[in-house]
């Protein structure tokens, strides 16, 4: 009599996948690869292994303390880069449960998209884009933190199609739904993570500003206000129905959205650069922060050996300017200014 082999419990949900998600989803069982060769876990599917992978990581629990817009706000409620990331995940869940596509790599891909932000948010990330020969960009960063930087130099070893997404989520000022696909991630589940960033964002950051007085409710434009809601919960829901909406109603796997609600996006987008981003009353501490950045950055370069000492290493692994970078980029703001405290303020004497 032949033996019957049983299934183990990963091998079970790559079976459920492959009943119950969209042809356009990505299959766990059908994985690229890592980096490098292990063997499976008998329990988790490949994508699903790697969201836990993120959420156990060290730079995923820095987020809480690294800025969002506000620089160190005093208030409870104002976002950080750890709330947004968990924001990111829950849109972008919501779009690909409603698509049919693989929960577990969207998750992952949002939970691990700003693993490589810098403190002081996108200041910090201007200032090392202009210091660091080469330049930085917080998405190459997040894609080098889980290649590299991870423990201790291992990485995280994640999937291909995790990674993909994590380096092509960003967007800045450019297209929300590329017509070029070599401008997108090579999954839909990445494609979402990228669409529930820019919703995230847009939504959130006028609910800081509002709560931080650097605009109000009136200031936000009747062409945005009329199509998408007077409320961050309408906006956001009104962005959601109508990319689910829409994509279900395609037949060749492409995100879509109707022309009056992304033109609202886009202008909304607008107005929170001219009125948020670029204010002064936002920016005024950004210049402390930059300078703060430059000069822990440059003495790190003329003190070498103190920097391994800092760092707990007896080599560097890449040239310094490239190790320095990788240290200022993954500080939370407190670090950052304790550090730069310990440094180059001089501390009081203490009288016995």
């Given at each position: 009599?032949?033996?019957?082999?049983?299934k183990?419990?990963?091998?079970?949900?790559?079976?459920?996948?492959k009943?119950?998600?969209?042809?356009?989803a990505?299959?766990s069982?059908?994985t690229?690869?890592?980096q490098f060769?292990e063997?499976?876990?008998?329990?988790?599917?490949a994508f699903?292994?790697?969201?836990?992978?993120?959420?156990?990581?060290?730079?995923?629990?820095?987020?809480?303390h690294?800025?969002?817009?506000?620089l160190?706000?005093t208030?409870?409620?104002?976002?950080?880069?750890?709330?947004?990331?968990?924001e990111?995940s829950?849109?972008?869940?919501t779009?690909?449960?409603a698509?049919?596509?693989?929960?577990?790599?969207?998750?992952a891909?949002?939970l691990?998209?700003d693993l490589?932000h810098?403190?002081?948010?996108?200041?910090g990330e201007?200032?090392?884009?202009e210091?660091v020969?080469?330049?930085?960009?917080?998405?190459d960063?997040?894609?080098?933190?889980?290649?590299?930087?991870e423990?201790?130099g291992?990485?995280l070893?994640?999937?291909?199609?995790?990674?993909?997404?994590?380096?092509?989520?960003?967007?800045?000022?450019?297209?929300?739904?590329?017509?070029?696909?070599?401008d997108?991630?090579s999954?839909l589940?990445?494609?979402?993570?990228?669409?529930?960033?820019?919703?995230?964002?847009?939504?959130?950051d006028?609910d800081?500003?509002?709560r931080?007085?650097?605009?109000s409710?009136?200031?936000?434009?009747?062409?945005c206000?009329?199509?998408l809601?007077?409320?961050h919960?309408k906006?956001?829901?009104?962005?959601?129905?109508?990319?689910?909406?829409?994509?279900l109603?395609?037949?060749?796997?492409r995100?879509?959205?109707?022309?009056?609600?992304?033109?609202?996006?886009?202008n909304?987008?607008?107005?929170?650069?001219?009125r948020?981003?670029?204010?002064?009353?936002?920016?005024?501490?950004?210049?402390?922060?930059?300078?703060?950045?430059?000069?822990?950055?440059?003495?790190f370069?003329n003190?070498p050996?103190?920097?391994?000492?800092?760092?707990?290493?007896?080599s560097?692994y890449?040239?310094?300017?490239?190790?320095v970078?990788d240290?200022l980029a993954?500080?939370?703001?407190?670090?950052?200014?304790?550090?730069y405290e310990?440094?180059?303020?001089?501390l009081?004497?203490?009288?016995?």
């Amino acid at each position: 009599m032949s033996k019957t082999i049983s299934k183990t419990i990963r091998e079970t949900l790559e079976e459920q996948e492959k009943l119950i998600l969209s042809p356009f989803a990505a299959l766990s069982s059908m994985t690229k690869g890592r980096q490098f060769f292990e063997e499976e876990c008998p329990l988790r599917p490949a994508f699903q292994h790697d969201r836990d992978r993120i959420i156990h990581s060290k730079s995923f629990r820095r987020l809480k303390h690294k800025t969002q817009v506000f620089l160190i706000p005093t208030g409870d409620h104002y976002r950080t880069r750890l709330t947004h990331t968990l924001e990111v995940s829950q849109i972008a869940r919501t779009i690909s449960k409603a698509l049919h596509l693989n929960e577990d790599l969207t998750e992952a891909i949002a939970l691990g998209h700003d693993l490589g932000h810098t403190p002081f948010g996108h200041a910090g990330e201007d200032i090392l884009n202009e210091i660091v020969p080469g330049g930085f960009n917080h998405a190459d960063q997040s894609l080098r933190v889980v290649d590299l930087l991870e423990r201790d130099g291992k990485g995280l070893n994640l999937t291909v199609e995790v990674r993909d997404g994590i380096l092509m989520h960003t967007k800045g000022k450019g297209e929300i739904l590329c017509e070029n696909t070599a401008d997108m991630a090579s999954t839909l589940e990445g494609q979402v993570v990228r669409v529930a960033d820019i919703i995230a964002y847009i939504n959130h950051d006028i609910d800081d500003a509002i709560r931080g007085g650097v605009i109000s409710q009136n200031d936000i434009p009747g062409d945005c206000l009329e199509p998408l809601g007077d409320t961050h919960s309408k906006r956001i829901n009104t962005m959601v129905n109508d990319i689910i909406k829409e994509s279900l109603q395609s037949d060749d796997g492409r995100l879509s959205i109707t022309g009056e609600v992304l033109s609202a996006i886009w202008n909304l987008r607008e107005f929170l650069w001219d009125r948020v981003y670029e204010n002064e009353a936002v920016h005024a501490d950004f210049h402390k922060a930059a300078k703060l950045l430059r000069e822990l950055y440059q003495y790190f370069l003329n003190h070498p050996e103190y920097f391994l000492t800092l760092i707990e290493r007896e080599s560097l692994y890449d040239s310094l300017e490239r190790c320095v970078c990788d240290f200022l980029a993954g500080m939370t703001d407190r670090y950052a200014f304790n550090l730069y405290e310990k440094l180059f303020l001089p501390l009081p004497w203490v009288i016995l």
